[in-house]
């Protein structure tokens, strides 16, 4: 019930007449190595999901422009990206668990894989919208291909490549809970699953709603920072 769910987020007697302390009252404890408070399960799985994301941000936007900038490129990754951006998270946990051997590396590198797709996908989309026009001021004023990326390519491609981290980041996010549910450890994810194995739904429920509440803010933050770097926008304002 809703007051069972109060009880078990912040405190009190729940309906069975027993004294709860509640998950959010001292969401800093560490009673041990493997019992800790929700905020520290939650900045866990936020470590992990930075790693991944950091790592697809810096393979995925240099991939994006060569990807855009060459025909040959596009035609060489194009099949890959197609045959290896629908596979679900879950599918690789197992080949990335038996390569690694660790929780971590494995967490991160599933991340990684499965979030690297939108990034790459709108940085091309990026480069291959900059108009033939600054192109060709690019040629008469004979840029060095350095020069052309970042004074006629990298301007333009900006926007599309904040879209494609805000599209990486929310997959980041979703991600992580499921492999931490799968591997276990120390994270939101297996908290969740740890509390469905105590039959303690409840916390189930409150679980549920801290992932949905930082994943509303992660997007919130990076649709800002995506806003800030968006000259279209600025130009409206």
């Given at each position: 019930?809703p007051?069972?769910?109060?009880?078990a987020?912040?405190?009190?007697?729940?309906?069975?007449?027993?004294?709860?302390?509640?998950?959010?009252?001292?969401?800093f404890?560490?009673?041990?190595?493997?019992?800790?408070?929700?905020?520290?399960?939650?900045?866990?799985?936020?470590?992990?999901?930075?790693?991944?994301?950091?790592?697809?941000?810096?393979?995925?936007?240099?991939?994006?422009?060569?990807i855009?900038?060459?025909?040959?490129?596009?035609?060489?990754?194009?099949?890959?990206?197609?045959?290896?951006?629908?596979?679900?998270?879950?599918?690789?946990?197992?080949?990335?668990?038996?390569?690694?051997?660790?929780i971590?590396?494995?967490?991160?590198?599933?991340?990684?894989?499965?979030?690297?797709?939108?990034?790459?996908?709108n940085?091309?989309?990026?480069v291959?919208?900059?108009?033939?026009?600054?192109?060709?001021?690019?040629?008469?004023?004979?840029?060095?291909?350095?020069?052309?990326?970042?004074q006629?390519?990298?301007?333009?491609?900006?926007?599309?490549i904040?879209?494609?981290?805000?599209?990486?980041?929310?997959i980041?996010?979703l991600?992580?809970?499921?492999?931490?549910?799968?591997?276990?450890?120390?994270?939101?994810?297996?908290?969740?699953?740890?509390?469905?194995?105590?039959?303690?739904?409840?916390?189930?429920i409150?679980?549920?709603?801290?992932?949905?509440?930082?994943?509303?803010?992660l997007?919130?933050?990076?649709?800002?920072?995506?806003?800030?770097?968006?000259?279209?926008?600025k130009?409206?304002?």
């Amino acid at each position: 019930t809703p007051a069972d769910v109060y009880t078990a987020a912040f405190g009190g007697v729940n309906a069975d007449g027993e004294t709860i302390k509640g998950v959010l009252a001292d969401p800093f404890y560490v009673a041990n190595e493997d019992d800790k408070g929700i905020f520290w399960q939650i900045l866990n799985s936020l470590e992990r999901v930075f790693a991944g994301f950091l790592i697809a941000v810096i393979v995925g936007v240099p991939l994006g422009l060569l990807i855009g900038m060459s025909k040959n490129a596009s035609y060489a990754f194009d099949p890959f990206i197609q045959i290896f951006k629908p596979v679900s998270p879950l599918a690789w946990l197992p080949l990335l668990l038996y390569i690694f051997q660790d929780i971590n590396m494995t967490a991160i590198s599933t991340i990684f894989v499965t979030s690297i797709w939108p990034i790459i996908i709108n940085t091309a989309l990026g480069v291959k919208s900059v108009s033939e026009d600054y192109l060709n001021v690019a040629k008469v004023l004979r840029f060095s291909p350095v020069e052309k990326v970042f004074q006629i390519i990298l301007p333009v491609a900006v926007p599309y490549i904040f879209t494609g981290m805000r599209l990486s980041l929310g997959i980041a996010w979703l991600v992580i809970v499921a492999a931490e549910m799968l591997t276990g450890g120390i994270g939101i994810g297996f908290w969740i699953w740890d509390e469905y194995n105590n039959l303690n739904y409840p916390n189930i429920i409150i679980g549920i709603i801290v992932v949905g509440i930082i994943g509303y803010l992660l997007d919130l933050v990076m649709g800002k920072i995506a806003d800030f770097f968006d000259y279209r926008k600025k130009g409206r304002a």
